[in-house]
C-alpha cells in the first residue's frame, strides 16, 4: 500500500460525510479551465470597473455549436446580460428556486437533475456558490460554478452574457420568474465544462447528478425492480441522495397519459398515504418543461384524492399545470425505465446507519499495445494486460466479529475523448472482481494462467455510459479488480472508486511498491502466524499493543552485539500509528499492520548496510547515504536539520529513531506530490495544515 493511497484515504476521510472527492492532477484539460481565478478576476474588473468579457467561452456561436442546435435557433440571436433583460435581477432566492424551464437544447436530463439537486441545500450552495449577486458595488459580470469532474472539483468562471431572441426572451435555459438568472448561467457553465451547448444535448440523469456531487450513481432497471424498491427509495431520500427517471427511449411526444416519451424527469420527494382501503406509496415527480403531466391516478385531477383525509389531501394535491405531479410506486414500475439514485454515502443498500464508509481512487489508462487488453470472453490470451487492482477487503470496527459479509461498492468512469462531450461516443467499459486464494505481497501483475483457472466473482457487465458500477457482498480477503473496455486496443483514461467499510486498494504491476529481498520476504512469513494468532485474539490493535509486539519479536533477527536493547517507545508507536491509521480510530488492522511490518524491514536492511562502524546508529552522513537508497534524496542542509530533531545530543540516530522518521519523509513527500499542481508548492486550509503536521 503506498503512501499516496494513504493520504488519499485520509483525504476522504476529513471531507463531509458525503465524502466529495477531493482534487486530483492529472487532466490538463480540466487545469486549463480552472486556470480561471474568480476572485482574482472580479477583483481586477472591479478596480478597472469593467465587465468581464470571457474570451475562452465567447459570446458567439462557436459557444453553441456546430450540429442540429443550430438549426433551432432564431435567425437574429443575441447575447444579453441580465441588467439589459429586466431592471432588477436576482441571482438566486431560494423561495424561487424550483421554477426553471428547459430551453431548444434537448437536455431535460441536465434540467431534471438540477431540480432534483435543489432540494439539498448543502449540495446546492457547493455546485452554485451563494456569494453572487447582480448589486452594483459587487456585481463585475462575472460568475462561478464548481463541478465534480474525473476526480478533481473545477471552478468554472463565465461571465453573464446569454443568448437570447429578438423579444429578449433567454433561447435556453429560462425561470418562470423572468428576473431570475441562476439556472441559465449555471448551464452556461456546464456548457462550457462539456465543450459547448451543443454538446449537452442527449444524456442520462446520472451524469449530471454525479458531476454535482462527485457521489456514486445507481441504476435501477425498474422492469426487474427489487422486492424492497419502496425501502431503497426511502432511505435515498432520508441520506440527501439525488434521484431521478426516465421513459423509454425514442422520439420526445407527449403519450395519451401525459408523460412524455424520450424524457427524463426529476424525482422530488415520496410519501406514504393512507387511503380507506389501506396504505398507497407515492412519488413526487417534475417534468422539466414545468409543465405537461400525467393523467393518471393521483394526477391532479384523479378522484384518488377523495380517499384521503382532508388534511393529507391538501397538504399534498396540487391543481396547477406546474410539471410536478403524484403518481404511485406501481405506476412508476410501469410507465418508466430507469430510475437513478445518485448516492452521497454508498450504504443505501444496507440497514446500517450511522457507519462511515472509506473511498479509494485509482487513475489509470488503457494504452493500445500496453494496458488495453479487451474483455475476458473473446480476448482471453490479452485479458491479463488490463489494469490490475489489489483489493483487500478488511473486516470493519463495529461490526459482528465473525461476519462473513462485507459490502463493497465498485465504480469505473471513463474520462471523454476531447474537448467536446458528444463529439467521441463512449466505449463499452466494464470490471471483473476475482477472489485470491492468499494475500498477494508482491507487485506483479497476475499472469495469463490465473485468468484460465479462475472465476470471476458475479456477470460481467459491460455498458456505453460514462460510468459503470456495482454491489459486491464478500468475506473479508484479498481480490483483484480488472477494468477493462469491451474491444482491445481502445484507448481511454479511467478513474476506479472503491467504497466500503475498511479496505486498502493499490495497483498492480507499476512502480507504487518496491520489491522486497528474498531476506525480508523470509522473514516476513516467519512471523505470519503469529500475527494471524495475535489478530484473532485482538481484531485491532492500538498504540500499547503496537509497542508491546514490536519489541517482543520485531528484531529478534538482528545480530545481539549490533541492535541489542533496540525498543520502541510509546511516543513511537503512537507517531507510527497516526501515520497508518487510515480511519482514524486510534487502532490498526492486520492489514495495517502488515504493511508497517514490511516497512519496518525494509528500513532495517537499508539501516544495517550503511551502518559501516556497527555502532547500532547512523550519522549524518550515513543519514543522507540510506535516505538516497531508498530513493529519496535531500540538501545536506535538511540532513544536518533532521539529524539534530531525530538524532541524540551526537546527532547519531538509532533504528527507531530512523524508521519513525523514514515513514514521516516518505509520508510528507508523498503528500506534497498528491497535493501540488505545479512541482513547486501547494495550498493547504488551516485545517488540513494542522492534520498534515500535528496528527501524522
Same mark, same amino acid.
Given at each position: 500500500?503506498?503512501?499516496?493511497?494513504?493520504?488519499?484515504?485520509?483525504?476522504?476521510?476529513?471531507?463531509?460525510?458525503?465524502?466529495?472527492?477531493?482534487?486530483?492532477?492529472?487532466?490538463?484539460?480540466?487545469?486549463?479551465?480552472?486556470?480561471?481565478?474568480?476572485?482574482?478576476?472580479?477583483?481586477?474588473?472591479?478596480?478597472?470597473?469593467?465587465?468581464?468579457?470571457?474570451?475562452?467561452?465567447?459570446?458567439?456561436?462557436?459557444?453553441?455549436?456546430?450540429?442540429?442546435?443550430?438549426?433551432?435557433?432564431?435567425?437574429?440571436?443575441?447575447?444579453?446580460?441580465?441588467?439589459?433583460?429586466?431592471?432588477?435581477?436576482?441571482?438566486?432566492?431560494?423561495?424561487?428556486?424550483?421554477?426553471?424551464?428547459?430551453?431548444?437544447?434537448?437536455?431535460?436530463?441536465?434540467?431534471?437533475?438540477?431540480?432534483?439537486?435543489?432540494?439539498?441545500?448543502?449540495?446546492?450552495?457547493?455546485?452554485?456558490?451563494?456569494?453572487?449577486?447582480?448589486?452594483?458595488?459587487?456585481?463585475?459580470?462575472?460568475?462561478?460554478?464548481?463541478?465534480?469532474?474525473?476526480?478533481?472539483?473545477?471552478?468554472?468562471?463565465?461571465?453573464?452574457?446569454?443568448?437570447?431572441?429578438?423579444?429578449?426572451?433567454?433561447?435556453?435555459?429560462?425561470?418562470?420568474?423572468?428576473?431570475?438568472?441562476?439556472?441559465?448561467?449555471?448551464?452556461?457553465?456546464?456548457?462550457?465544462?462539456?465543450? =459547448?451547448? !451543443? *454538446? +449537452?444535448? %442527449?444524456?442520462? $440523469?446520472?451524469?449530471?447528478?454525479?458531476?454535482? @456531487?462527485?457521489?456514486?450513481?445507481?441504476?435501477?432497471?425498474?422492469?426487474?425492480?427489487?422486492?424492497?424498491?419502496?425501502?431503497?427509495?426511502?432511505?435515498?431520500?432520508?441520506?440527501?441522495?439525488?434521484?431521478?427517471?426516465?421513459?423509454?427511449?425514442?422520439?420526445?411526444?407527449?403519450?395519451?397519459?401525459?408523460?412524455?416519451?424520450?424524457?427524463?424527469?426529476?424525482?422530488?420527494?415520496?410519501?406514504?398515504?393512507?387511503?380507506?382501503?389501506?396504505?398507497?406509496?407515492?412519488?413526487?415527480?417534475?417534468?422539466?418543461?414545468?409543465?405537461?403531466?400525467?393523467?393518471?391516478?393521483?394526477?391532479?385531477?384523479?378522484?384518488?384524492?377523495?380517499?384521503?383525509?382532508?388534511?393529507?389531501?391538501?397538504?399534498?394535491?396540487?391543481?396547477?399545470?406546474?410539471?410536478?405531479?403524484?403518481? =404511485?410506486? !406501481? *405506476? +412508476?414500475? %410501469?410507465?418508466? $425505465?430507469?430510475?437513478?439514485?445518485?448516492?452521497? @454515502?454508498?450504504?443505501?443498500?444496507?440497514?446500517?446507519?450511522?457507519?462511515?464508509?472509506?473511498?479509494?481512487?485509482?487513475?489509470?489508462?488503457?494504452?493500445?499495445?500496453?494496458?488495453?487488453?479487451?474483455?475476458?470472453?473473446?480476448?482471453?490470451?490479452?485479458?491479463?494486460?488490463?489494469?490490475?487492482?489489489?483489493?483487500?477487503?478488511?473486516?470493519?470496527?463495529?461490526?459482528?466479529?465473525?461476519?462473513?459479509?462485507?459490502?463493497?461498492?465498485?465504480?469505473?468512469?471513463?474520462?471523454?475523448?476531447?474537448?467536446?462531450?458528444?463529439?467521441?461516443?463512449?466505449?463499452?467499459?466494464?470490471?471483473?472482481?476475482?477472489?485470491?486464494?492468499?494475500?498477494?505481497?508482491?507487485?506483479?501483475?497476475?499472469?495469463?494462467?490465473?485468468?484460465?483457472?479462475?472465476?470471476?466473482?458475479?456477470? =460481467?457487465?459491460?455498458?456505453?455510459?460514462?460510468?459503470?458500477?456495482?454491489?459486491?457482498?464478500?468475506?473479508?480477503?484479498?481480490?483483484?479488480?480488472?477494468?477493462?473496455?469491451?474491444?482491445?486496443?481502445?484507448?481511454?483514461?479511467?478513474?476506479?472508486?472503491?467504497?466500503?467499510?475498511?479496505?486498502?486498494?493499490?495497483?498492480?504491476?507499476?512502480?507504487?511498491?518496491?520489491?522486497?529481498?528474498?531476506?525480508?520476504?523470509?522473514?516476513?512469513?516467519?512471523?505470519?502466524?503469529?500475527?494471524?494468532?495475535?489478530?484473532?485474539?485482538?481484531?485491532?490493535?492500538?498504540?500499547?499493543?503496537?509497542?508491546?509486539?514490536?519489541?517482543?519479536?520485531?528484531?529478534?533477527?538482528?545480530?545481539?552485539?549490533?541492535?541489542?536493547?533496540?525498543?520502541?517507545?510509546?511516543?513511537?508507536?503512537?507517531?507510527?500509528?497516526?501515520?497508518?491509521?487510515?480511519?482514524?480510530?486510534?487502532?490498526?488492522?492486520?492489514?495495517?499492520?502488515?504493511?508497517?511490518?514490511?516497512?519496518?524491514?525494509?528500513?532495517?536492511?537499508?539501516?544495517?548496510?550503511?551502518?559501516?562502524?556497527?555502532?547500532?546508529?547512523?550519522?549524518?552522513?550515513?543519514?543522507?547515504?540510506?535516505?538516497?537508497?531508498?530513493?529519496?534524496?535531500?540538501?545536506?542542509?535538511?540532513?544536518?536539520?533532521?539529524?539534530?530533531?531525530?538524532?541524540?545530543?551526537?546527532?547519531?540516530?538509532?533504528?527507531?529513531?530512523?524508521?519513525?522518521?523514514?515513514?514521516?519523509?516518505?509520508?510528507?513527500?508523498?503528500?506534497?506530490?498528491?497535493?501540488?499542481?505545479?512541482?513547486?508548492?501547494?495550498?493547504?486550509?488551516?485545517?488540513?495544515?494542522?492534520?498534515?503536521?500535528?496528527?501524522?
Amino acid at each position: 500500500m503506498p503512501f499516496r493511497q494513504l493520504l488519499c484515504m485520509r483525504q476522504q476521510k476529513r471531507k463531509r460525510q458525503q465524502w466529495w472527492p477531493s482534487k486530483k492532477k492529472g487532466f490538463t484539460e480540466l487545469n486549463k479551465l480552472s486556470q480561471q481565478n474568480y476572485h482574482s478576476l472580479l477583483a481586477e474588473c472591479l478596480k478597472k470597473r469593467c465587465l468581464f468579457e470571457d474570451r475562452s467561452f465567447p459570446a458567439d456561436v462557436r459557444s453553441i455549436g456546430k450540429g442540429p442546435l443550430l438549426q433551432k435557433l432564431p435567425q437574429k440571436i443575441q447575447w444579453k446580460r441580465p441588467h439589459e433583460l429586466h431592471k432588477n435581477p436576482i441571482f438566486y432566492t431560494n423561495k424561487k428556486r424550483l421554477a426553471l424551464c428547459q430551453g431548444l437544447i434537448d437536455n431535460c436530463w441536465f434540467l431534471a437533475a438540477v431540480e432534483a439537486l435543489t432540494f439539498n441545500e448543502d449540495i446546492l450552495f457547493n455546485v452554485v456558490p451563494q456569494n453572487q449577486s447582480f448589486e452594483r458595488k459587487k456585481y463585475a459580470g462575472i460568475f462561478h460554478f464548481k463541478f465534480w469532474h474525473f476526480g478533481e472539483w473545477v471552478d468554472i468562471v463565465v461571465d453573464d452574457r446569454l443568448p437570447v431572441n429578438e423579444n429578449g426572451q433567454l433561447v435556453f435555459l429560462s425561470s418562470v420568474y423572468k428576473n431570475l438568472f441562476w439556472g441559465a448561467l449555471l448551464e452556461k457553465a456546464y456548457a462550457k465544462l462539456c465543450g =459547448s451547448y !451543443e *454538446d +449537452l444535448q %442527449i444524456g442520462q $440523469v446520472s451524469e449530471a447528478l454525479v458531476d454535482f @456531487t462527485g457521489g456514486v450513481n445507481m441504476t435501477i432497471k425498474l422492469a426487474d425492480a427489487p422486492p424492497d424498491l419502496w425501502d431503497i427509495l426511502t432511505r435515498a431520500t432520508y441520506s440527501s441522495s439525488l434521484m431521478g427517471c426516465q421513459t423509454q427511449a425514442g422520439p420526445t411526444r407527449v403519450l395519451a397519459n401525459g408523460l412524455v416519451a424520450g424524457h427524463a424527469y426529476a424525482v422530488t420527494g415520496i410519501r406514504k398515504v393512507t387511503c380507506k382501503h389501506g396504505p398507497e406509496n407515492l412519488v413526487r415527480l417534475r417534468n422539466p418543461w414545468g409543465k405537461v403531466e400525467w393523467k393518471g391516478d393521483w394526477s391532479d385531477s384523479s378522484g384518488k384524492w377523495e380517499l384521503l383525509s382532508p388534511k393529507e389531501k391538501i397538504l399534498l394535491r396540487r391543481n396547477s399545470d406546474d410539471g410536478e405531479f403524484w403518481m =404511485s410506486v !406501481e *405506476d +412508476l414500475k %410501469i410507465h418508466f $425505465v430507469d430510475l437513478m439514485i445518485c448516492k452521497l @454515502t454508498p450504504d443505501l443498500m444496507t440497514l446500517e446507519d450511522g457507519k462511515k464508509w472509506m473511498c479509494s481512487m485509482q487513475f489509470g489508462k488503457w494504452i493500445k499495445g500496453s494496458t488495453a487488453g479487451g474483455r475476458l470472453k473473446s480476448f482471453r490470451g490479452s485479458f491479463w494486460m488490463n489494469p490490475q487492482y489489489l483489493l483487500t477487503v478488511l473486516q470493519s470496527n463495529g461490526s459482528r466479529r465473525y461476519s462473513y459479509s462485507c459490502r463493497v461498492l465498485v465504480s469505473l468512469i471513463q474520462r471523454r475523448s476531447g474537448k467536446h462531450r458528444n463529439r467521441v461516443p463512449h466505449f463499452h467499459i466494464g470490471f471483473l472482481l476475482y477472489k485470491l486464494a492468499k494475500f498477494c505481497d508482491n507487485n506483479k501483475k497476475l499472469p495469463p494462467s490465473f485468468f484460465i483457472w479462475n472465476t470471476p466473482l458475479g456477470q =460481467s457487465l459491460f455498458v456505453n455510459d460514462r460510468e459503470v458500477t456495482q454491489h459486491f457482498h464478500v468475506p473479508p480477503g484479498s481480490y483483484l479488480v480488472v477494468p477493462s473496455t469491451f474491444e482491445p486496443h481502445q484507448e481511454s483514461e479511467f478513474i476506479l472508486r472503491i467504497f466500503s467499510r475498511k479496505h486498502s486498494l493499490r495497483e498492480l504491476g507499476g512502480d507504487s511498491s518496491r520489491v522486497l529481498s528474498k531476506e525480508i520476504v523470509d522473514k516476513q512469513e516467519n512471523h505470519e502466524e503469529f500475527f494471524s494468532k495475535y489478530f484473532d485474539q485482538y481484531p485491532e490493535i492500538n498504540a500499547m499493543q503496537l509497542k508491546r509486539m514490536l519489541n517482543s519479536l520485531a528484531w529478534t533477527s538482528m545480530s545481539d552485539h549490533q541492535y541489542y536493547g533496540t525498543r520502541f517507545s510509546l511516543d513511537a508507536c503512537r507517531s507510527i500509528l497516526a501515520l497508518l491509521d487510515l480511519n482514524s480510530t486510534g487502532t490498526l488492522s492486520i492489514q495495517e499492520f502488515r504493511f508497517l511490518w514490511r516497512k519496518l524491514l525494509l528500513y532495517q536492511e537499508v539501516f544495517q548496510r550503511k551502518d559501516t562502524h556497527q555502532l547500532g546508529t547512523l550519522d549524518q552522513l550515513e543519514l543522507c547515504v540510506a535516505m538516497q537508497e531508498t530513493g529519496i534524496s535531500l540538501s545536506n542542509e535538511l540532513c544536518k536539520l533532521f539529524a539534530i530533531r531525530y538524532g541524540n545530543p551526537g546527532r547519531q540516530i538509532t533504528f527507531v529513531d530512523f524508521a519513525c522518521f523514514m515513514l514521516r519523509v516518505e509520508f510528507m513527500m508523498e503528500a506534497f506530490n498528491n497535493m501540488t499542481k505545479d512541482g513547486k508548492g501547494i495550498y493547504l486550509l488551516e485545517s488540513e495544515w494542522m492534520m498534515m503536521t500535528m496528527f501524522s
